[in-house]
C-alpha cells in the first residue's frame, strides 16, 4: 500500500507548479455561442436556461454554457410558481429582492471600524503577554525559536532548505559567499503536497518530503561546491505548530491548515525527517528547524538590520518578533548571548473581539479543528474562498441570486478557492466576463450581470476584512514591542517583513492591509514602519539559520 502511494508521489512530485485556469475571452465567447442548458429538453420549462436565453437575446453577457452533465436542482413548487426574472442583466442596481437583506447583514457583520481595529491590535498585545507570562497563557503559545543570533550577512558555503508549508512543499540549496559576495546562486523546486498526503500516515508523507529533497540534491553542480568530509546541512522550515526543544529539534503539537495526519503530533518533527531520510538512504543533517515565519524574518534580516517582525499570509498564517529575553517571563534559564530571541506568536490561534459572522461559525463547526485558528480562519488564503462560497450559497438558495436553482457545485466545501476570488477582483471588464467565467468553470455557476456584482462585493468584503484583521495584529505586535522600549519600534524606521501567497497575490489584499496599519497608527507613527514583501526570505532565511548553528566550524 505504501510503496503503491509512494511511486504515486514521485510522479506528482515531478510536476512542478500549480495555477488557476481562467479560460481565455475566446473560450468564454465560444461556449456562448453553444447555447443552452444541455440537461433540459424544453428550454422554457427550465428557468436556468429560460434565464440564459434572456441574456443571450439582449446580447450583453457572455455567460458560458453549462457544461454536459450539470443539471438544474429543482425548487420548492411554491418557488417554481414565482415570477421568474428577478435580476435584470445589464441594470446594476438590479438585485434581487432577496439577496439585499443577506448582503447587507452579512456587510455589517463584517464591519472593521477603527474602534474595533483599535481593540483587535490591543487584544493582540494582551495576549502576547500572557502567553509570554506561563505556557498556556493565552491563546497565543509565544513559542521560543531557539534563534538567539541572526544572519550577519558572514555566512558562508552551501547550504540546504526545505520548506514545508500548507499548499506547496520547497526544496532550495544556496551557496553563501561572506559580506562581499553573499549570495552567490540559489537554486530551488516547487511541488504542491498530493491531497491524499494531507490525510495519511506520518512516514508517507516524511518519505515524499525525503524522496524530494533526494531528487534535488542529486542534481547538485555548477556553483554548488560542498568542501569535502562535511555532510549536507539542511534549514527545516516546519510552517505548523512546534514546540521548539532546541535549535534542531521540536515537538509537532497539531497540525493545521486543514492537515490531518495520524502518527506526527507529539513526536519530533526532525526525528521523522531524519527517519525518512534514512530510508531513502539520504545522508544529509538538520541543522536548524525554524518555523516558516522565523525563516522570513532571518531572511529579510540578513539584507535590512531594521527587520523585527516578520508575518505570513499563505494559505495559513503566523507571526514573528524579536523579542528581548527579559521581557519573556517564562524562559526558565534559557540564556541568549545577544539578550534578544525571536518569538513565534502562532497568532492564527487568535480569536479576541473578531467581527465574524454565520458563515465563519458554521465553517469553523465543519471544519477538523472546530473552536482552533480562529484569526487564520478569518485572514488567511486557505479560508478566504471557502466562506465566499458559504455566502454566495445562501443567496442563491434564498435569494435566487443565480436564477431559479442552486447550481450543484456550488453546494461542494472549499470549490472556490482564494486565488479564484482574486482573479475576480481583478476583473476590470464592463460585463465582468472573466467573473462570468470563473463562476462558471469553477461553480458551475451561470451569472448575469448584476449577479456578478454581487459576487464581487462579497469577495471585497471577505477580502477587506481579511486584510484590515491582518493590519491590525501586525500593530498589536509593533504596540507591545514599543510598550517595551518606548521610541525603539515608532520612534525609527522599523521594517515587517511578509511572505505567503495570500499577501503576494492578492492586491486589494495587500492594499486593506496596510491603509488598516496606517489607519490605526496615524501619519506621524506609520511613516516609520515599512511593510516590505521578502519573496522566498523563508527559504533563504533557514538555510541561514543552518549555516549559523552549522556543526562544522565557522567563524560567523
Ligand atoms: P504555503 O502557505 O503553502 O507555504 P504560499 O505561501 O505559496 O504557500 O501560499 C499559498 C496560498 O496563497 C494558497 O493556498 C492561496 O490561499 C494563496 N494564494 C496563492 N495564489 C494566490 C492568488 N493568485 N491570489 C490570492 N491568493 C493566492
Ligand atoms: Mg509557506
Known amino acids: 500500500m505504501i510503496a503503491r502511494n509512494w511511486r504515486r508521489h514521485l510522479v506528482l512530485a515531478c510536476s512542478i507548479k500549480v495555477n488557476i485556469n481562467v479560460p481565455s475571452q475566446a473560450e468564454t465567447l465560444s461556449k456562448t455561442k453553444t447555447g443552452k442548458h444541455r440537461t433540459c429538453t424544453d428550454l422554457l420549462d427550465c428557468a436556468y436556461c429560460h434565464h440564459h436565453q434572456q441574456e443571450e437575446a439582449m446580447s450583453t453577457v457572455t455567460a458560458a454554457s453549462p457544461a454536459a452533465g450539470s443539471f438544474c436542482i429543482p425548487r420548492s413548487r411554491r418557488?417554481?410558481?414565482m415570477p421568474r426574472f428577478t435580476m435584470t442583466v445589464r441594470s446594476s442596481n438590479a438585485v434581487s429582492v432577496g439577496v439585499a437583506p443577506i448582503l447587507t447583514k452579512f456587510k455589517h457583520d463584517c464591519a472593521t471600524p477603527l474602534p474595533l481595529l483599535r481593540h483587535v491590535a490591543d487584544a493582540m498585545a494582551t495576549d502576547m503577554r500572557a502567553g509570554l507570562a506561563v505556557?498556556?497563557?493565552s491563546d497565543l503559545k509565544m513559542i521560543l525559536s531557539y534563534v538567539d543570533t541572526l544572519p550577519t550577512g558572514n555566512e558562508r558555503g552551501l547550504f540546504y532548505a526545505l520548506d514545508l508549508g500548507g499548499t506547496n512543499f520547497r526544496v532550495l540549496r544556496v551557496q553563501l559567499g561572506g559580506k562581499e559576495e553573499r549570495v552567490i546562486a540559489t537554486e530551488f523546486d516547487q511541488v504542491s503536497i498530493p491531497q491524499e498526503l494531507m490525510f495519511g500516515t506520518s512516514e508517507e508523507l516524511f518519505d515524499f518530503i525525503a524522496s524530494g529533497l533526494a531528487k534535488f540534491a542529486e542534481k547538485e553542480g555548477g556553483k554548488f561546491h560542498l568542501?569535502?568530509?562535511?555532510?549536507r546541512e539542511i534549514g527545516f522550515t516546519f510552517s505548523f505548530p512546534v514546540r521548539q526543544t532546541s535549535i534542531d529539534s521540536g515537538i509537532l503539537i497539531k497540525w493545521t491548515k486543514g492537515f490531518a495526519i495520524s502518527g506526527t503530533a507529539g513526536r519530533d518533527v526532525v526525528a521523522c525527517l531524519n527517519e525518512a531520510m534514512d530510508r531513502q538512504g539520504l545522508d544529509m543533517r538538520?541543522?536548524?528547524?525554524v518555523n516558516d515565519t522565523?525563516?522570513?524574518?532571518?531572511?529579510?534580516?540578513y539584507w535590512d538590520d531594521d527587520v523585527m517582525v516578520a508575518v505570513i499570509l499563505g494559505t495559513g498564517t503566523?507571526?514573528?518578533y524579536v523579542e528581548r529575553m527579559d521581557a519573556i517571563p517564562k524562559l526558565q534559564g534559557h540564556v541568549s548571548p545577544s539578550g534578544r530571541t525571536i518569538v513565534n506568536t502562532e497568532w492564527g490561534a487568535f480569536s479576541n473581539g473578531l467581527p465574524l459572522t454565520v458563515f465563519d461559525r458554521d465553517m469553523d463547526a465543519a471544519s477538523i479543528n472546530p473552536g482552533e485558528q480562529i484569526f487564520e480562519k478569518t485572514i488567511s488564503g486557505m479560508y478566504l474562498g471557502e466562506i465566499v462560497r458559504r455566502v454566495l450559497l445562501k443567496m442563491a438558495a434564498e435569494g435566487s441570486l443565480f436564477g431559479e436553482s442552486v447550481p450543484e457545485k456550488l453546494s461542494t466545501p472549499f470549490v472556490l478557492r482564494t486565488p479564484d476570488l482574486s482573479a475576480m477582483q481583478q476583473d476590470t471588464s464592463?460585463?465582468?466576463?472573466v467573473v462570468g467565467s470563473i463562476l462558471y468553470n469553477i461553480a458551475g455557476v451561470e451569472s448575469n450581470l448584476s449577479a456578478r456584482k454581487i459576487v464581487l462585493e462579497v469577495c471585497d468584503t471577505i477580502v477587506m476584512r481579511g486584510g484590515r484583521l491582518a493590519g491590525a495584529g501586525i500593530v498589536g505586535i509593533l504596540q507591545k514591542m514599543e510598550e517595551d522600549s518606548t521610541g525603539l519600534i515608532f520612534g525609527k524606521r522599523t521594517v515587517v517583513a511578509m511572505d505567503g501567497g495570500l499577501y503576494e497575490h492578492y492586491p486589494q489584499y495587500k492594499r486593506y492591509l496596510k491603509d488598516a496599519v496606517k489607519e490605526i497608527l496615524g501619519l506621524e507613527k506609520s511613516k516609520n514602519v515599512v511593510i516590505e514583501h521578502t519573496k522566498d526570505g523563508s527559504g533563504i532565511g533557514a538555510s541561514l539559520l543552518a549555516a549559523s548553528n552549522s556543526k562544522y566550524e565557522h567563524d560567523f
Request: aromatic share 0%; with cysteine; charged share 25%.
Open 135 to 137: 505556557d498556556g497563557g
Open 286 to 289: 538538520v541543522s536548524a528547524l
Open 227 to 231: 568542501p569535502p568530509g562535511r555532510k
Open 430 to 433: 464592463d460585463d465582468l466576463n
Open 79 to 81: 418557488r417554481i410558481n
Open 294 to 301: 522565523v525563516g522570513t524574518l532571518a531572511g529579510a534580516r
Open 318 to 320: 503566523n507571526a514573528c
